[in-house]
């Protein structure tokens, strides 16, 4: 699933030049061997660092410092879409938790 994200997001920061693409570029590739405790903190570290990226570029946006608005919306809407990512993938995670709970034996 983070592959499939990480091939959109690359694609999408080429069009959108200079901001750094958290979720492709940085992250290392899961393995088999991962728990997902940690897929799923390193999926909400990866959203902090594009939430800082996105404030950063409306805060140059803001004083003028060179960021124009096209820039500083894709950041936004980056961050924004990788927050329900992760959120969705939580609350699948939770019904899961709840359906095998919910389950008699």
Do not use: C, W
Not at 55 to 75: E, F, K, N, W
């Amino acid at each position: 699933m983070l592959a499939a994200v990480n091939s959109v997001m690359t694609t999408s920061s080429a069009a959108g030049a200079s901001t750094t693409n958290a979720l492709g570029a940085q992250a290392t590739q899961p393995t088999a061997s991962s728990p997902f405790a940690d897929l799923l903190s390193d999926a909400v570290g990866q959203v902090n660092q594009l939430e800082g990226q996105a404030q950063a570029a409306v805060t140059g946006l803001m004083t003028g410092s060179g960021i124009d608005v096209h820039r500083a919306m894709i950041a936004t809407q980056k961050a924004d879409m990788a927050f329900e990512m992760v959120l969705a993938v939580r609350n699948k995670a939770v019904q899961a938790y709840q359906s095998v709970m919910g389950m008699q034996f």
